[in-house]
């Protein structure tokens, strides 16, 4: 049998996919798990706010103290061995991640219970295009000491006030005795906080109890995971089982399922809704799918890197091309918001130093597995598609420059989801550059999930309106400018999904959106904000004038950090146990980075 490891469930051409192939042997404990569910359920629906919140607490504690078994699981998985710097990762998207939606979630829950909206200390804002945004990052002191000079914003849609903004905000937790049935996660493969995010996010935003199907890549983490969400599962609320595309199957089409959530492909979903061949097609054309079941989904895409022309200087360019090597390789280029096409000004007069920076940058961060099922399938296939692709680091990297009148559109439409990096000039400098990128990304770029943007301040500055106006135009659900979307995927504040505007039948990026600790409605996307340098450079005077100052150097989650683990380790430590002596050790090694 073939599986996409992205969901679990079967890739085209398998011949069990939309059948019900499992004996009744197979079926007897998913059956007996909905059947717990249909209890918990109840269970759920009994709880006020204020207890879902303690029990919030006691899952916070239960995961902290689970934490670095579930890093040290995870990164094995990923064949790191002991020691590599790179074992950081698996701290920041596995505990860390997860802890601080925990403490977010409660937090939105006791102001509810208080009687107080969710949303009421949020400063909201005007935005762009007659919307308002909810600055959701940081809220606290501590936010700007760990991660100075990053903001976070959630960007309404058009139409919507500050005041629906604060009246609205709580969602399902507003009715917390209005249960919303079973909801079914088809767990992520690829990061190990994705399955319980999208857990919490089915319990809080739509009081769905839970049957979470890990992915097969992750079956080694069941038992961290069944510990670490122990308060969960003692309650009825959450249960977790494993297997194959004909479970995964069985599973969507169970009548006692009242929503699907997958974190996967666009191909996935499609077999899922529609099934294979002529029929799919058939129905597809047709609006009839073959699941009847509400679904949701985060589907990847191919992530722009779009990087703004301006008078940088050396210091600047080799930590942009960092930046740009960590966006593909972090993970070993297994996500779905890792950056895939650099889309770079023509007519930059430091064009050729830059890309000399970055081809240097991207062949010297650490080796690595590409640990991920089908990845070095896909890397010939870029290889296949573009001869003149150089290999890079062992053979464990691709880095495609496309020249100028050649053909980017395998680049641009094919999710690689492996160590794949591309290059493709567009013309002009400014924010004829800017308008251009924009455009490009919206147009030839498939899926609307994460945008990046490197622009150094006082370019930023000069454009000031007409640069504002054109990330509005950026049909991403996700924009990260001089940061990376990752931090918009693990600050809880923030909205994760495709920009609004999917159907079913042409589902690009994904259909909703998941982590939304405030639990705002009628969300669009969500823009965040990095310092372009890192201190010291970030207290030079061309960033203090534009307002760009940090305190923050090297980030932990560089490929490039000689310290990320020890600095991942100690964030999650203190959003465990918030002790601050731990916390000035953990400071200490992040200066060293």
Same mark, same amino acid.
């Given at each position: 049998?073939?599986?996409?490891?992205? *969901?679990?469930?079967?890739?085209?051409?398998?011949?069990?996919?939309?059948?019900? *192939?499992?004996?009744?042997?197979?079926?007897?404990?998913?059956?007996?798990?909905?059947?717990?569910?249909?209890?918990?359920?109840?269970?759920?629906?009994?709880?006020?706010?204020?207890?879902?919140?303690?029990?919030?607490?006691?899952?916070?504690?239960?995961?902290?103290?689970?934490?670095?078994?579930?890093?040290?699981?995870?990164?094995? *998985?990923?064949?790191?061995?002991?020691?590599?710097?790179?074992?950081?990762?698996?701290?920041?998207?596995?505990?860390?991640?997860?802890?601080?939606?925990?403490?977010?979630?409660?937090?939105?829950?006791?102001?509810?219970?208080?009687?107080?909206?969710?949303?009421?200390?949020?400063?909201?804002?005007?935005?762009?295009?007659?919307?308002?945004?909810?600055?959701?990052?940081?809220?606290?002191?501590?936010?700007?000491?760990?991660?100075?000079?990053?903001?976070?914003?959630?960007?309404?849609?058009?139409?919507?006030?500050?005041?629906?903004?604060?009246?609205?905000?709580?969602?399902?937790?507003?009715?917390?005795?209005?249960?919303?049935?079973?909801?079914?996660?088809?767990?992520?493969?690829?990061?190990?906080?994705?399955?319980?995010?999208?857990?919490?996010?089915?319990?809080?935003?739509?009081?769905?109890?839970?049957?979470?199907?890990?992915?097969?890549?992750?079956?080694?983490?069941?038992?961290?995971?069944?510990?670490?969400?122990?308060?969960?599962?003692?309650?009825?609320?959450?249960?977790?089982?494993?297997?194959?595309?004909?479970?995964?199957?069985?599973?969507?089409?169970?009548?006692?399922?009242?929503?699907?959530?997958?974190?996967?492909?666009?191909?996935?979903?499609?077999?899922?809704?529609?099934?294979?061949?002529?029929?799919?097609?058939?129905?597809?054309?047709?609006?009839?799918?073959?699941?009847?079941?509400?679904?949701?989904?985060?589907?990847?895409?191919?992530?722009?890197?779009?990087?703004?022309?301006?008078?940088?200087?050396?210091?600047?360019?080799?930590?942009?091309?960092?930046?740009?090597?960590?966006?593909?390789?972090?993970? *070993?280029?297994?996500?779905?918001?890792?950056?895939?096409?650099?889309?770079?000004?023509?007519?930059?007069?430091?064009?050729?130093?830059?890309?000399?920076?970055?081809?240097?940058?991207?062949?010297?961060?650490?080796?690595?597995?590409?640990?991920?099922?089908?990845?070095?399938?896909?890397?010939?296939?870029?290889?296949?598609?573009?001869?003149?692709?150089?290999?890079?680091?062992?053979?464990?990297?691709?880095?495609?420059?496309?020249?100028?009148?050649?053909?980017?559109?395998?680049?641009?439409?094919?999710?690689?989801?492996?160590?794949?990096?591309?290059?493709?000039?567009?013309?002009?400098?400014?924010?004829?550059?800017?308008?251009?990128?924009?455009?490009?990304?919206?147009?030839?770029?498939?899926?609307?999930?994460?945008?990046?943007?490197?622009?150094?301040?006082?370019?930023?500055?000069?454009?000031?309106?007409?640069?504002?106006?054109?990330?509005?135009?950026?049909?991403?659900?996700?924009?990260?400018?001089?940061?990376?979307?990752?931090?918009?995927?693990?600050?809880?504040?923030?909205?994760?999904?495709?920009?609004?505007?999917?159907?079913?039948?042409?589902?690009?990026?994904?259909?909703?959106?998941?982590?939304?600790?405030?639990?705002?409605?009628?969300?669009?996307?969500?823009?965040?904000?990095?310092?372009?340098?890192?201190?010291?450079?970030?207290?030079?005077?061309?960033?203090?004038?534009?307002?760009?100052?940090?305190?923050?150097?090297?980030?932990?989650?560089?490929?490039?950090?000689?310290?990320?683990?020890?600095?991942?380790?100690?964030?999650?430590?203190?959003?465990?146990?918030?002790?601050?002596?731990?916390?000035?050790?953990?400071?200490?090694?992040?200066?060293?980075?």
């Amino acid at each position: 049998m073939s599986t996409n490891p992205k *969901s679990g469930v079967n890739e085209p051409g398998t011949n069990d996919l939309g059948t019900n *192939s499992l004996t009744a042997e197979a079926r007897a404990p998913l059956d007996a798990a909905i059947a717990d569910l249909a209890v918990g359920e109840r269970t759920w629906g009994a709880l006020t706010v204020g207890q879902r919140a303690r029990l919030l607490e006691r899952l916070h504690a239960t995961v902290g103290s689970h934490a670095a078994e579930w890093a040290d699981a995870a990164a094995t *998985s990923k064949q790191l061995p002991p020691g590599d710097p790179l074992r950081g990762e698996e701290w920041l998207s596995g505990p860390y991640g997860t802890l601080t939606a925990l403490t977010a979630y409660a937090k939105s829950l006791r102001a509810l219970d208080a009687g107080k909206s969710p949303a009421g200390d949020l400063t909201v804002t005007r935005a762009p295009g007659g919307r308002v945004r909810a600055e959701v990052f940081p809220t606290a002191a501590i936010d700007g000491v760990l991660l100075s000079g990053f903001t976070g914003e959630v960007w309404m849609r058009p139409g919507v006030t500050e005041t629906d903004v604060r009246a609205n905000a709580g969602l399902a937790q507003r009715m917390p005795a209005k249960t919303g049935g079973i909801g079914l996660v088809l767990g992520a493969g690829n990061v190990t906080s994705i399955p319980l995010l999208d857990t919490l996010y089915e319990l809080l935003a739509f009081n769905r109890v839970v049957l979470l199907k890990l992915n097969p890549t992750q079956n080694v983490l069941l038992p961290v995971y069944t510990r670490a969400f122990a308060p969960l599962i003692d309650l009825g609320l959450l249960r977790i089982v494993t297997g194959a595309g004909d479970v995964g199957t069985y599973l969507t089409g169970h009548t006692d399922i009242s929503h699907v959530h997958i974190t996967g492909s666009a191909v996935t979903h499609d077999m899922i809704v529609w099934g294979t061949g002529a029929d799919a097609e058939r129905r597809k054309r047709d609006h009839e799918p073959l699941l009847t079941t509400p679904i949701s989904s985060e589907l990847g895409g191919v992530s722009p890197i779009i990087v703004v022309p301006g008078r940088w200087s050396k210091a600047d360019l080799r930590y942009q091309a960092e930046h740009i090597a960590t966006m593909r390789l972090q993970n *070993s280029g297994h996500n779905c918001i890792a950056g895939q096409v650099v889309l770079l000004s023509a007519g930059w007069a430091q064009k050729a130093e830059f890309l000399a920076a970055l081809r240097e940058a991207y062949a010297r961060a650490p080796e690595r597995p590409v640990w991920y099922p089908n990845a070095e399938q896909k890397m010939a296939a870029a290889a296949a598609a573009y001869p003149a692709a150089e290999s890079m680091a062992g053979g464990t990297r691709l880095f495609i420059d496309v020249a100028p009148g050649d053909d980017a559109s395998v680049l641009e439409q094919t999710e690689f989801f492996s160590p794949v990096l591309g290059v493709v000039e567009l013309a002009g400098t400014g924010q004829v550059f800017v308008d251009a990128a924009v455009d490009h990304a919206n147009t030839r770029l498939t899926g609307t999930l994460g945008a990046n943007v490197l622009i150094d301040p006082v370019t930023r500055r000069r454009l000031g309106e007409g640069f504002e106006a054109a990330i509005e135009r950026l049909h991403y659900g996700a924009i990260a400018i001089n940061a990376w979307t990752a931090f918009a995927f693990l600050t809880p504040g923030c909205t994760w999904g495709a920009f609004p505007g999917a159907t079913l039948e042409n589902v690009t990026s994904g259909i909703g959106v998941v982590h939304n600790a405030f639990l705002l409605e009628d969300v669009e996307r969500t823009v965040v904000r990095g310092p372009f340098r890192p201190f010291p450079r970030a207290v030079s005077p061309s960033s203090l004038i534009a307002g760009d100052f940090s305190v923050l150097p090297k980030p932990p989650w560089f490929v490039t950090s000689r310290t990320g683990t020890q600095v991942s380790e100690g964030f999650t430590e203190f959003q465990s146990t918030r002790n601050p002596l731990g916390l000035v050790a953990t400071l200490v090694a992040a200066f060293r980075a």
